[in-house]
Structure formats: C-alpha cells, structure tokens
C-alpha cells in the first residue's frame, strides 16, 4: 500500500488531511513538526511527502532540503497559506514537487497526489565506482581493492556522497548538516575524527589520501582519471 509522510503543525488541517487519505486507502505516518517528521522519514520509505511550509523550529523548506540532500526523489508536496511567487519559487528550489495553497479542496489534494505518485522515480546508479572504490547503495557494501570495507552508517554515507560527485569540493558544514541530525554532535571536529577514520580504511600508507582537504574551504573525493 502507498505509505505518505503527512507533517503539519497545524492539530485540525494534519487531522483531516490523515482521515481524507486514509479514506482514499493510503497509509498515512504523520508528524506535528519538522523535527519529527525528519525521524519519520530516516525510519522507512515513504511514496509521498506532504508538507506545511510554515513550522516552529524545522520549518517545511528546510526540511525538503534535508530530505534532498539524502538524494531521495520522493515526490514532495507543500502546503501553505502564501501564493506569492516569491513563495513558490522558494519552495521550488528546496526540491518541491508541487504547492498547495491554503486552504484547499480534499478533492484537489487527492489529485495531485495521485499524478506525483504516476510520475516515474528517478533510478539512480545501482553501484558506483571511482578508482579502487566500489559501493553498492541498494546492499550497504563497500570494498576498496576488492577488500570489504567494515563501515559506520556515517562513513557509508559520506562516501557514497563523495562517490556520486567524484571532484566535487563538499563544505564542512554542508556535510555536517547533511549526516549529523543531532545538532549537539554536529561539530567540525566530528567530520574530521569521521574523514580520518574512514581515510584509514580506505587509503594506501605512502600515497596520497583519496579524499582531498582543501584548507579552510572543504572536502573532495580525488576523481578518477
């Protein structure tokens, strides 16, 4: 059955929008705020995303950017009660899929959901491969030189980030809000200790490391010639 991520602060809007879909036979998780709809989303896959724009704390946009920089193609739906086009532009540029605007037929939100969930997913690379390096996605494998690398979920995730952007210079703080949820841990000194720990998995003692730091601006996985 279609499962869909419904995250609204809104107690009346989020309880109607959870019965009308459940009624129209989809199975609907939802959440009271962006923090929690964040968990959510990091526990199970989802068809569909539906989210209000404007939240205490994680607010819609941030949290569609979040979702992004997952690199999931889950079709995602704001709802708010701007219509400028300013608005829409922004929510756009997080990686929306579609704007609702406050407030709205059920009818119209059924079928909007429906053409995003007939649209076809975006298929990425089943496994990618830079240099020594190969890293299946779909079974959490990684070997370096044919040899199986034990990895953190944190290590995996960076790698296979530097992995789908090969040359790519990656800022310290785009990384760390991208794979540290917990804003107390997210700290330069966490990315570094991390980078080390998986540079010594994947480097060879007497050449130079795979994963470039360029001082003071970022980090870059050497691209293969």
């Known amino acids: 059955m279609t499962r869909i991520l419904l995250v609204e602060d809104d107690d009346n809007l989020r309880v109607t929008v959870d019965e009308w879909l459940t009624f129209e036979e989809f199975t609907v998780e939802s959440a ?7 968990e959510l989303f990091l526990k199970s896959p989802f068809d569909l995303i539906i989210l209000d724009c404007e939240m205490p704390g994680l607010d819609g946009i941030d949290l569609c950017q979040r979702i992004r920089a997952r690199k999931a193609e889950v079709p995602v739906i704001f709802l708010t009660g701007k219509s400028d086009l300013a608005d829409k532009e922004l929510g756009f540029g997080a990686g929306a899929n579609d704007y609702l605007t406050k407030p709205f037929h059920m009818k119209e939100l059924s079928l909007r959901v429906k053409a995003l969930l ?3 997913a975006v298929v990425e690379p089943s496994v990618l491969k830079v240099g020594r390096l190969v890293l299946n996605p779909a ?3 990684a070997t370096c030189d044919g040899a199986a690398l034990h990895l953190t979920k944190i290590e995996f995730g960076l790698l296979e980030e530097l992995m789908r952007n090969p040359g790519k ?5 785009s990384l760390l809000e991208k794979f540290w949820v ?3 841990e997210r700290s330069p000194e966490s990315l570094r200790t991390c980078l080390k720990k998986l540079r010594e ?9 795979l994963i470039k730091n360029i001082h003071g601006v970022g980090y870059k996985l050497e691209a293969s010639d």
């Open 32 to 38: 009271a705020n962006g923090l929690d709809g964040y």
């Open 118 to 120: 007939r649209k076809p």
């Open 139 to 141: 079974t959490h494998q």
């Open 169 to 173: 210079l990656y800022t310290s703080a």
């Open 182 to 184: 917990n804003a107390a």
């Open 201 to 209: 998995k994947i480097d060879v003692e007497g050449q130079p490391s």
